[in-house]
């Protein structure tokens, strides 16, 4: 830390006549993701292989994993990488033969964009996309919508020296938004602008509903200098990329499954926040131990954990972050609702029974991510002292959108959860009810065994 910064506990980060104040509110950030290299832990290897996909020719690149893996932090790495930050590149165990200097953009996808097309046009008309780079303005025209798998846009000039081909003709013209895009790419490329190319990284791929077209666009765009890195919850390439197959040679160098993180990961991260704290708060091995056990690879959870731990040893007046204390920031993490999509899903898989809970966390603690049930049925049964096949009942519950599907089966006799990021919480938490809560328990039309 350089001798210009200092601590606060407040809950602000600020600057003070000229002196930065790190907050220990947000030494862990678990609500956003990381983009201050000082906080980015690991992935060493993810790095390496950015670093060569964007070095190498014709390369598209895919950033794909569970949820809360840290996904969009190895994303924001690459904008600052592909920018030609020295201290990312300084990161790398061999630095690129070439300087970089490509025109970055971060896109996140949200609900509105449902289709190929209307990335593109978000890209096109968002200001912080494509739009101040291009020579004219593009909206979306009146009463038009995808038809055939096409947008129809209004493409208005904006005049100035610098012309597309797409709008030499005519002031104000209507068209395809695919059309519009390729020129518009073009058109950046021939200026000048980026002289590595054009990188346009889009995260949370996965929420478009109809990724349709979107090879097609990689195919076509890569020759011309333009990279696509398209970051997403997927276990495959093919989840994400549902045409994989015609742009499989463009991805081999670039596709990036990003793996849980290692117990050495994990507790860089919280080495990283000690030193950002000067010290002044530590972990103990044990709390370092739970956490890493609770997080099973999840980034998401050490930020979470860590931070509520911090700042309840802070609250305490102590200064050593025990697994008792850590322990405790879990239960009012629950509480509190801190982790409220995950909390949201446990309470409507729960319902109103312990019964359910209990087989939801049964299926949790299994470290596997196919869950063989025969032998756990027997266990669980055992436990609650009731039926085999009652225990299968409560699996169909948890399988259904009733109880919101958090378990899917697989083949026969496994099932999995369909979000590994709500497994580790559902093992982590603790249990809401006790034993004799079981009001709606109701029979669901679902496969059981």
């Not at 630095?95 to 209307?118: A, K, N, Q, Y």
């Not at 200026?191 to 077209?213: H, P």
């Not at 580790?424 to 004799?436: I, N």
Request: proline share 3%; glycine share 6%; hydrophobic share 40%.
């Amino acid at each position: 830390m350089s001798e210009d910064s200092r601590i606060v506990e407040g809950p602000l980060a600020a600057k003070e006549e000229g002196v930065a104040l790190i907050s220990a509110v947000n030494v862990f950030t678990p609500a956003t993701e990381v983009q201050d290299l000082e906080r980015f832990a690991g992935r060493e290897e993810e790095l390496q292989t950015l670093g060569r996909a964007l070095e190498s020719e014709g390369v598209q690149i895919a950033i794909y994993g569970n949820r809360g893996i840290g996904k969009s932090s190895l994303a924001r790495l690459l904008e600052r990488m592909a920018s030609g930050d020295v201290q990312v590149l300084d990161r790398l165990r061999a630095r690129p033969g070439v300087d970089f200097d490509f025109l970055t953009v971060f896109f996140r996808c949200d609900d509105s964009v449902t289709t190929i097309p209307r990335l593109l046009l978000r890209l096109l008309s968002d200001e912080d996309a494509l739009a101040p780079w291009v020579p004219f303005r593009v909206v979306k025209r009146e009463g038009g919508d995808e038809t055939s798998g096409k947008l129809d846009v209004k493409v208005i000039s904006l005049g100035g020296s610098t012309k597309s081909s797409i709008t030499e003709a005519a002031q104000e013209m209507e068209t395809d938004v695919v059309s519009v895009f390729n020129n518009a790419l073009r058109t950046i490329r021939e200026s000048g602008a980026a002289k590595s190319g054009v990188l346009l990284i889009i995260d949370e791929v996965d929420r478009i509903k109809d990724r349709t077209g979107l090879a097609s666009l990689l195919k076509t765009l890569g020759p011309q200098g333009v990279t696509f890195a398209l970051v997403g919850v997927a276990t495959t390439i093919q989840e994400l990329i549902t045409e994989h197959e015609s742009v499989a040679r463009q991805l081999t160098d670039g596709a990036v499954l990003v793996p849980p993180m290692s117990e050495k990961e994990m507790n860089e991260i919280i080495d990283r926040a000690e030193a950002l704290l000067e010290h002044r708060y530590r972990f103990d091995p044990e709390a370092r131990a739970w956490i890493a056990r609770i997080a099973r690879g999840h980034p998401f959870y050490v930020h979470l954990v860590g931070k509520h731990s911090l700042l309840k040893t802070i609250d305490l007046r102590q200064t050593v972050v025990t697994k008792q204390i850590a322990e405790q920031a879990l239960r009012e993490i629950a509480l509190k609702g801190s982790a409220p999509v995950q909390e949201a899903s446990y309470k409507t898989a729960i319902g109103h029974s312990h019964t359910r809970e209990y087989v939801l966390k049964a299926f949790a603690e299994v470290a596997d991510d196919e869950i063989h049930t025969t032998e756990l049925y027997a266990g669980i049964a055992k436990s609650l002292g009731t039926d085999v096949n009652a225990i299968s009942v409560y699996v169909g519950h948890l399988a259904s959108d009733k109880f919101g599907a958090v378990l899917a089966r697989s083949r026969e006799r496994y099932y999995r959860f369909r979000d590994s990021l709500f497994k580790a919480y559902a093992a982590a938490r603790p249990y809401q009810l006790k034993p004799g809560d079981d009001q709606d328990d109701v029979e669901v039309d679902e496969p059981v065994e």
